[in-house]
């Protein structure tokens, strides 16, 4: 699975909403997540997944993990979800204004559709659905968060 060929990864830190996803074991239950990614010495990435748990009106939930930037590319990381494992984690499209992402893995097992914003316009949004099943993803098992799942047509 092909990477974005140059990634600033300082401008790449920051908040991302997760738009959509293919949910780890851990987020299933998240509602409204957002990523926020800060760089720090060594080229550790410090991660904030923050969310609701189980609705909108769900008790705020944070978990911090650390990304370990690959000396192959500053696309591909490691996510250290729980030591000592580290999960792989691509940036495999960012537009070129850095507003929307998309983050994937080779199993094709995970999947993040991800923005600056809560949300986007639905045409770029079905653009970036597209994306995500010409990369091999079953699109049946992309969970939509609001608000994204209002602005379906």
């Given at each position: ?10 401008r ?10 293919i949910a780890?074991?851990f ?5 409204n997540?957002?990523?926020t990614?800060k760089?720090a ?11 609701r748990e ?9 978990r911090?993990?650390?990304?370990f ?5 500053p ?5 250290q979800?729980?030591?000592p494992?580290k999960?792989?984690?691509r ?7 850095y ?10 097992d ?6 600056r ?10 653009t970036?659905?597209?994306t ?8 049946s098992?992309i ?11």
């Amino acid at each position: 699975m092909n990477t974005v060929a140059d990634l600033n990864l300082t401008r790449f830190m920051g908040d991302w909403h997760v738009l959509a996803d293919i949910a780890t074991p851990f987020d299933r239950n998240a509602v409204n997540p957002l990523e926020t990614y800060k760089l720090a010495p060594g080229g550790v990435v410090e991660t904030t997944y923050s969310y609701r748990e189980g609705s909108p009106d769900g008790p705020l939930r944070e978990r911090n993990l650390k990304g370990f930037v690959s000396a192959e590319s500053p696309a591909i990381w490691g996510m250290q979800i729980f030591w000592p494992v580290k999960a792989e984690y691509r940036v495999v499209y960012l537009d070129d204004d850095y507003q929307t992402t998309i983050i994937g893995r080779t199993k094709r097992d995970f999947v993040w559709v991800m923005a600056r914003t809560p949300a986007i316009d639905p045409k770029t949004f079905a653009t970036l659905m597209t994306t995500v099943q010409t990369l091999g993803y079953d699109l049946s098992q992309i969970r939509i968060h609001e608000p994204m799942r209002s602005l379906q047509v």
